[in-house]
Structure formats: structure tokens, C-alpha cells
């Protein structure tokens, strides 16, 4: 037949194509589809006795199976794949002319298998040495003819004029259908087979078989038990060197702990020496050794608790990076900003990164002290150049005109509430003659910067939107209505948000009537 006729026609088992891309040797180890010989050729149908025709094969090639071979016989049942190129009734003939026998799987199915008709025409196309030997697997039977009419194909009833070897299995059917791997069962098939197998293993008789079963067993047997002493031995050679091997490892714990213990002793004593020295940072390191050594340690603990609960200890933060000497610096309110002098200008920085916070505060001549306002919005410097001045701290921006004195201005701050701004003009007599200017001066924020005609007029427009009342240019007085105080609110609030307002002040008034509805 062609290649085009697959083995479902046939009734034979389904080719996996895949096996084919495995080495030759190896399927040939797996499926057995390969050898130079074959001890039988076992023909069957799919269909009806797949689950039973491996069974039979194991057995039959188990049977005498020394304990380095995996198996005693080679029986072919089943093509591993279909070499490209080939059919699957050439490789099946080409299988069934290197075997010596063939054993046939009686049963209703295989008397209607194709596949099975198609092997048989095979074996009798040509003289053979070997038996047709007859395993009946399925079927109810009174004797031979029964047999041969109803469960095998054509050219077996017709080739086979005189009874052969037959041997019944259909009894087994359903104890191989539900346990092929049973011990006692392939047992039993092996007494049942027994006439197959003196078949295989002709001219030997069944005692002889039997006895050489034996004997293989005893060997696998002694073999497996030494192997199981070798393990044995083994395991208690690598137990006892482990034991071994832990013994000796714990005692060099044991050794390194007791040196440890001694070395956190030791480094309490020297701390409790460091200490009575006043070298306090020392002290605390060795208490810190002894307590990594030792946590359990309770003298490590008690002193490294009194000092760092009852010592002031002083730890580095952000570094404050200037291109000359340092002559001032100060905390806002709130500890977030720091402000600092170093020549000409004044400098704000954050706290925990160091950055700078906005422009630099720069005068003409050397600034001599820098301090925040109590909300830490604005900062007050003071300079050799005659002035102070008020700057936002977010932005370095100045507040207002300079504060001015006749000579150099010694240090400023603001009030507690920041409304006013206290300056010390320099009383050190630089040169002969009369002081320059020695006073101290207060300055009204609201006053000093109502100045500005913007800022006045946005406070005069907050007073009289507050108050409803305004006077004329004539000087009539007159009441304002509802809707433009609101209107005049709103304005000046949206002028309040704007930045630069250059009063705390005034911009505090603004912002608090502003925002009434």
C-alpha cells in the first residue's frame, strides 16, 4: 500500500512523529522498533487489544531478565515513528522478516483487523522457520475451531489447517484492563504462558526455566543487597565524618565564643578606663564592641544607656559651604532654615540638605549680623554700609527701602510680634573726634512702609471697604454699598496673593479683611 494509507485503516497503533527526530539508538532502547532480531513478532488490533498486547510483551520479555539487561527477549509489537520516506507495511514486513516467531492476540476485533489480515498474508507469503502461536484475549470459546473461525482473520483460518500452540487468556482480560503492573498477576501469566516461553527458549525444559529464574533472582537479589550495603556503608562513613566534622566544628564555636565573651569583658573594662579619663567617645566605643559581642551584656548596656541618656552629644549635619570666614549665623523660629554673614552678603540655607535658599543678601560693605522674623518669612541684616535691611527669606527679594543710620549699623532684629524693627548703630570709636552716630533706633514696620503710595492705598481701600464709609474729594462723608465693599475685598485679595507685598504688616492686614466674605 502507499504511504497515504494511514495506520487507522489498518487497525495498527498511531505513529508519533516527533520519535522520529530521537537517535536511532535510542528509540530502539525505548520502543524496541530497531533490532537486528526480533525472538517474535506480535501481532494484534489497536482498536480492541492495545491495553492488553504491552502487558503480554512485558512479560514475555521479562521473563528470565538477568539485572543489567532490561529485558530477556526482544519481542516487536509497535513502530516508535515512520521513517520519512517509507510505508508503514514496509517497515512492519521488514520487522517481521528479521522475527523468529509470531504470536497472534486472538479476539473478535482482531478477526476483522486489517492489520492483522495484512501480517498474516506477510508470514505465509514466504517458508518460515518459526511457529504461529495463538493467545486468545477477548471472547467466549468452546474449543480450537471456535477460535479460529470467529477471532482470527482469512488467511490465518486458511493457513493454519492443523491446530497450533493456542493458550487462553480471555480470563485475564479485565485483571490486566484494571492492574497491569499487579506482581501477582504477572506472575500468574507467566505459569499461564509458560508454553510461549518454552517456545522462546527452546530446547530447554520448564524446570530448567524455572530454575534459571531462579537463580536470577537470587542474583538481582544479592546484587541489590549489596548495592543497599554499599549505600549503607556509605551513609554511615559520610554520617560519621559529618558527625565528625560537626563535632569538631562546634567545639571551635564553643573556643571562638569563650574568646569573644573574654574580648567583650575586656572591652568594658577599657571603656569603664576611657571613661574615668574622660574620654568619652572612646569609652563609647569600646561599650559599643562589647554589646555587638555581647547584646546579653548588661554592664555594655548600662553604660551605653547613662551616657547617651545623661551626655550632650554633638553630631554633623549638612555643611554650610561658604567661599570665605563665617562672621554670624543664626536658626529661623521653626529650626528649618539657617540664616548666615560671610563678607558683603547674608545667606539662607535649609537645615537638613545645606542648599541655599534663594538670592544672597548683599550690601555694600560688610554685613554684621542677620536675623529671621519671628514667623521666619523676612530677615533683618545689618551693615557697615549705615543700613539694615528687611528681606523675604524665600527669595532673597528686599522688603521696603534700606533702614538708614549715619554710621555703621552694629546688629537688628525685629519685635516679638514683628511689627517693628530695633537697629544699634556701631558706638566703636574708629577715629578721633566725636562718635558719628550712636543711637539705637526703632522702626514701625506699618509706618515705615505705608510710605509706599501702593501700599497706602491699598490699606486706606481695605479700612473703608471694612468700615463702609469713605469721604468725597469735596469732604462729604458718604456710606459705600454692600456689593462694592465685596467687589473691593475681592480685588485686594487677589493683589494680596501676588508675592512681592512689601510689608508683613500691612500685607497681614490686607490678607485678614480680604479674605471676609
Request: aromatic fraction near 8%; glycine fraction near 6%.
Amino acid at each position: 500500500m502507499a504511504n497515504g494509507v494511514g495506520s487507522a485503516h489498518l487497525d495498527k497503533a498511531p505513529q508519533k512523529p516527533w520519535r522520529r527526530f530521537l537517535p536511532r539508538w535510542l528509540r530502539s532502547f525505548i520502543w524496541v522498533d530497531s533490532a537486528a532480531r526480533y525472538d517474535a513478532f506480535l501481532s494484534y488490533s489497536w482498536k480492541s487489544d492495545s491495553n492488553i498486547a504491552p502487558v503480554i510483551q512485558s512479560v514475555l520479555q521479562g521473563f528470565l531478565r538477568p539485572w543489567h539487561k532490561l529485558r530477556a527477549k526482544t519481542i516487536f509489537r509497535d513502530l516508535s515513528s515512520l521513517p520519512a520516506g517509507s510505508s508503514l507495511e514496509r517497515e512492519l514486513f521488514d520487522r517481521m522478516d528479521r522475527s523468529d516467531h509470531l504470536i497472534v492476540l486472538a479476539s473478535p476485533g482482531a478477526g476483522r483487523s486489517a492489520g492483522v489480515e495484512m501480517e498474516a498474508c506477510h508470514w505465509f507469503s514466504k517458508p518460515r522457520d518459526g511457529q504461529v502461536l495463538v493467545i486468545t484475549a477477548d471472547g467466549e470459546f468452546a474449543k480450537w475451531q471456535e477460535i479460529r473461525d470467529k477471532f482470527l482473520p482469512t488467511s490465518l483460518q486458511s493457513n493454519l489447517a492443523n491446530e497450533p500452540l493456542w493458550i487462553d487468556l480471555h480470563h485475564r482480560r479485565n485483571e490486566i484492563l484494571s492492574n497491569p503492573n499487579d506482581h501477582k498477576l504477572r506472575a500468574q501469566l507467566v505459569e499461564d504462558l509458560k508454553q510461549v516461553l518454552l517456545r522462546l527458549y527452546e530446547p530447554r525444559t520448564w524446570e530448567e526455566l524455572q530454575g534459571e529464574e531462579r537463580a536470577e533472582r537470587r542474583q538481582a537479589l544479592r546484587i541489590a543487597s549489596s548495592v543497599a550495603l554499599t549505600f549503607l556503608g556509605l551513609a554511615i562513613a559520610l554520617g560519621g565524618t559529618a558527625w565528625y566534622a560537626m563535632k569538631k566544628r562546634n567545639l571551635a564555636n564553643s573556643n571562638a565564643r569563650k574568646a569573644e565573651l573574654a574580648l567583650a569583658r575586656s572591652s568594658v573594662q577599657d571603656g569603664a578606663d576611657r571613661l574615668e579619663q574622660n574620654r568619652l567617645g572612646e569609652a563609647v566605643a569600646y561599650f559599643a564592641r562589647a554589646l555587638r559581642i555581647e547584646p546579653d551584656s548588661i554592664a555594655a548596656t548600662s553604660w551605653i544607656s547613662d551616657l547617651l541618656l545623661h551626655q550632650v552629644w554633638w553630631l554633623p549635619g549638612a555643611s554650610l559651604q561658604h567661599s570665605g570666614p563665617v562672621d554670624w549665623a543664626a536658626f529661623s523660629p521653626d529650626g528649618r532654615r539657617v540664616v548666615t554673614v560671610s563678607g558683603d552678603a547674608a545667606y539662607v540655607w535649609e537645615t537638613d540638605t545645606g542648599k541655599p535658599v534663594g538670592a544672597p543678601l548683599q550690601h555694600k560693605q560688610g554685613v554684621l549680623s542677620a536675623l529671621f522674623s519671628p514667623d521666619g518669612r523676612r530677615v533683618v541684616t545689618a551693615s557697615a554700609d549705615g543700613t539694615a535691611q528687611v528681606w523675604e527669606a524665600d527669595t532673597g527679594k528686599p522688603v521696603g527701602a534700606p533702614l538708614q543710620h549715619k554710621g555703621p549699623i552694629h546688629s537688628a532684629a525685629f519685635s516679638p510680634n514683628g511689627l517693628r524693627v530695633l537697629t544699634v548703630s556701631d558706638v566703636r570709636k574708629l577715629s578721633p573726634g566725636p562718635l558719628p552716630d550712636s543711637t539705637a533706633q526703632v522702626w514701625d514696620v506699618l509706618l515705615a512702609f505705608c510710605a509706599s503710595p501702593l501700599m497706602a492705598d491699598r490699606l486706606a481701600s481695605v479700612a473703608e471697604a471694612v468700615s463702609g464709609y469713605e469721604l468725597s474729594d469735596t469732604g462729604s462723608m458718604g456710606l459705600i454699598g454692600i456689593d462694592e465693599r465685596r467687589e473691593r475685598l475681592k480685588t485686594l485679595r487677589q493683589l494680596s496673593g501676588m508675592g512681592n507685598v512689601p510689608n508683613l504688616s500691612v500685607e497681614g492686614i490686607i490678607r485678614r479683611f480680604a479674605a471676609a466674605k
